[in-house]
């Protein structure tokens, strides 16, 4: 097979990155080793900055969520006895939309059938070869069990955390630079409208906690948990009881529902530079992840995707080589400021391990900054205009 673009994962970053190289008038052909039915089912993000949904107006994928999600001009930050809003707009002048990354996803499969994408579910064995010389390959067994080539112009590597792309990178040319938190989230999707206008973001000595919400009648939640936790130890009432001891506010109660989904997710920080190497691009969590509490990992995914899809139209349709070549150094740009903030909010939120010597000490830090980031408009501005996405910098 020969193909101007071969893309590894169906994700949003590959979906997305096949609908902005359609509008160029590039082909593309995605591989994805999980079934179609899979990727429709998973459950992840639910923020999306305002530059984010330009994005996918822009290339025409944010019908359904113009008509179904939900614009948020505010959030929740809550410690034991206080609920304070911090207002987006009066704050920087814009506001972020509340539509689940499953939605997006969906969408965005559909879109890319209809217009005839070829996409390659249940494949293994992905490799990619040749990446550093003008004629890379993506060589996998498809479905039926047939070894496959894609012969590319280009390949890009947006296969999430745990895919082979990042690795094909030599090691001797690619740093990392991590953090692993000694904490994970266990997340719930539960059949109840949502107990609060706007997102909460609670910290109290037993942990973390978050309401998040996907339509009027189902809501998403979080609690703090121990990296190690298993899911078994959380029957749902226990569940429930945790996130009202955790959420508890005088005047205000949590409405529980039947649990749709519930897993753990452990928390990191990771970047892996560079994002590119000879003709092949890394993209979203390929190449990066951020703990979900800045809610930022899916809005870094779109913007390495439009400035990709750019970057490749620019170098395919006019021959121009400015825009690969700054691919990775201005996409990191990004990164690390997403990667700031993310690290900035996890630490002000999530309470040290009950054995750690510093617990009292930084617990009390972790009030006082709560404090002072909802008191000071200064404060209130560098938090809002960090969660919108109003001052990061979009392709
Ligand atoms: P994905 O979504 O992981 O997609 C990668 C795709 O590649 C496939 N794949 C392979 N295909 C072929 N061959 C291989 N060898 C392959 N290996 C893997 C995978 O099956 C998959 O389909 O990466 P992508 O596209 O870069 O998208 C990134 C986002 O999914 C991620 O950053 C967000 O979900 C992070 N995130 C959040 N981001 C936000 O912006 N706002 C949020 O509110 C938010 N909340 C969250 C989150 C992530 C969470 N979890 C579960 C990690 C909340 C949670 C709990
Ligand atoms: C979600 O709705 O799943 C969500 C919202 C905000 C976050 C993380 C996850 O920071």
Redesign the pocket.
């Known amino acids: 097979m020969r193909t101007q673009v071969a893309i590894?994962?169906?994700?949003?970053?590959?979906l997305l990155l096949s609908q902005i190289l359609a509008q160029h008038g590039i082909e593309s052909v995605i591989?994805?080793?999980?079934s179609r039915e899979y990727?429709l089912a998973r459950i992840?993000?639910?923020?999306i900055e305002h530059g984010g949904v330009d994005v996918l107006t822009e290339y025409g994928v944010a019908d359904r969520l113009h008509r179904e999600g939900q614009r948020h001009d505010g959030v929740y930050l809550q410690w034991p006895g206080e609920r304070r809003r911090i207002d987006f707009v009066e704050s920087c002048g814009h506001s972020v939309w509340v539509y689940g990354?499953t939605e997006i996803t969906k969408d965005m499969i559909e879109i890319r059938q209809a217009a005839g994408q070829q996409i390659f579910w249940e494949?293994s064995d992905?490799a990619i070869v040749d990446a550093d010389t003008d004629r890379p390959k993506v060589t996998f067994v498809d479905a039926d069990g047939n070894a496959q080539v894609i012969e590319a112009d280009y390949v890009a590597g947006?296969?999430?955390?745990?895919?082979?792309s990042r690795e094909t990178i030599p090691a001797s040319i690619r740093s990392v630079r991590q953090r692993i938190y000694p904490y994970a989230?266990l997340?719930i999707l539960a059949e109840v409208a949502p107990s609060t206008d706007e997102l909460i973001y609670a910290l109290h000595p037993d942990g973390f906690a978050m309401h998040s919400m996907r339509s009027e009648k189902v809501s998403r939640l979080y609690l703090q948990v121990a990296p190690d936790d298993d899911i078994a130890n959380w029957s749902d009432d226990r569940i429930w009881d945790g996130l009202s001891t955790r959420m508890a506010l005088d005047g205000w109660s949590l409405a529980s529902g039947p649990t749709l989904e519930k897993s753990i997710?452990p928390m990191r920080s990771f970047v892996s530079a560079p994002m590119r190497w000879g003709r092949l691009f890394l993209?979203?969590?390929?190449s990066h992840?951020v703990p979900?509490t800045g809610?930022?990992?899916?809005?870094l995914?779109i913007a390495d995707v439009k400035r990709l899809g750019l970057a490749l139209a620019s170098k395919i349709n006019d021959g121009s080589d400015d825009l690969i070549d700054r691919y990775s150094d201005d996409a990191l740009e990004r990164v690390w400021q997403s990667t700031h903030f993310s690290w900035w909010m996890t630490s002000m939120l999530h309470v040290p391990a009950a054995d750690d010597p510093d617990r009292d000490f930084l617990l009390q830090m972790q009030l006082t900054q709560l404090h002072n980031v909802t008191s000071s408009p200064t404060s209130m501005r560098y938090l809002a205009e960090n969660y919108t996405g109003a001052v990061l910098p979009w392709p």
């Open positions: 590894v994962g169906s994700g949003p970053s590959g591989v994805e080793n999980r990727v992840r993000a639910g923020v990354q494949v992905t947006c296969d999430g955390f745990h895919g082979v989230w997340g997710t993209a979203g969590d390929a992840i979900p809610a930022k990992g899916l809005n995914a």
